[in-house]
């Protein structure tokens, strides 16, 4: 089994709908991140926690709300979605026992947003 | 500000062959790390291989390597004996480590498409 999953894998969506993203994890790990990627460009980090009482805010919060309801599940929403939320999002869990907090991303959940 | 810059959009490689990925970056922290990840066509993103700024030795993982050079603020990723599989895009990454303003984000470049011709 996937050490980090994310649900559901594709997503299309109408203008205006709440949606909700989830990621859990079972390697243990105490951060968890949410990123997004557009066509041709790199990762963007969008929520982060260091454990389940911390979240902090990314480069590109706006739009978009997180909750951390366990040590392994950290969930994202698009409250209202909107046409240019239409992206590839990742989840990411690390470890902050490990020297390098290296990053393990997700399958990805891809959500077109019409 | 933290930045990460790959300037070859694509690659080509012969089957066996080994390539070279070119990244240079820019940051004021005094202790980072540099990552690179492979995004296969299907769309997930995998670890590579990591790079302390203060390690001595260039990090190396199986067939990737990491060409390390600090004073020019570079962090080149090298596969040896490329692989079919290699195909991909590459991203190179960056972040602050702890203590030095580690605010959890990885900072990307806009990747490298490399393609292993048989």
């Known amino acids: 089994d996937a050490d980090v999953t994310q649900t559901p894998r594709n997503r299309i969506t109408k203008t205006g709908k709440r949606i909700m993203l989830e990621c859990s994890q079972t390697k243990g790990h105490d951060r968890m991140y949410w990123y997004r990627q557009d066509p041709g460009l790199g990762l963007r980090l969008i929520y982060y926690s260091f454990d389940v009482k911390d979240i902090n805010k990314g480069e590109i919060s706006d739009g978009y709300s997180v909750s951390r309801q366990a040590q392994a599940k950290f969930s994202l929403s698009l409250e209202s979605a909107i046409p240019n939320q239409t992206a590839l999002y990742f989840c990411?869990?690390?470890?902050?026992?490990?020297?390098?907090?290296?990053?393990?991303f997700g399958p990805g959940t891809r959500l077109t947003v019409l | 500000a933290q930045k990460i810059t790959q300037t070859q959009p694509g690659m080509f490689v012969q089957e066996k062959e080994a390539v070279t990925l070119d990244c240079t970056y820019d940051t004021s922290d005094p202790s980072y790390g540099l990552f690179w990840y492979k995004q296969p066509s299907s769309g997930e993103m995998i670890f590579l291989i990591y790079q302390g700024s203060y390690d001595q030795q260039n990090a190396t993982e199986g067939r990737y390597s990491l060409n390390f050079q600090k004073a020019r603020k570079s962090a080149n990723l090298v596969i040896s004996a490329s692989q079919l599989g290699d195909s991909a895009m590459y991203f190179c990454?960056?972040?602050?480590?702890?203590?030095?303003?580690?605010?959890?984000?990885?900072?990307f470049g806009q990747g490298t498409t490399l393609q292993v011709k048989p």
């Open positions: 990454a960056m972040r602050g480590l702890h203590g030095s303003g580690n605010t959890g984000k990885l900072i």
């Open positions: 990411a869990t690390s470890d902050s026992r490990d020297r390098a907090d290296t990053q393990y």
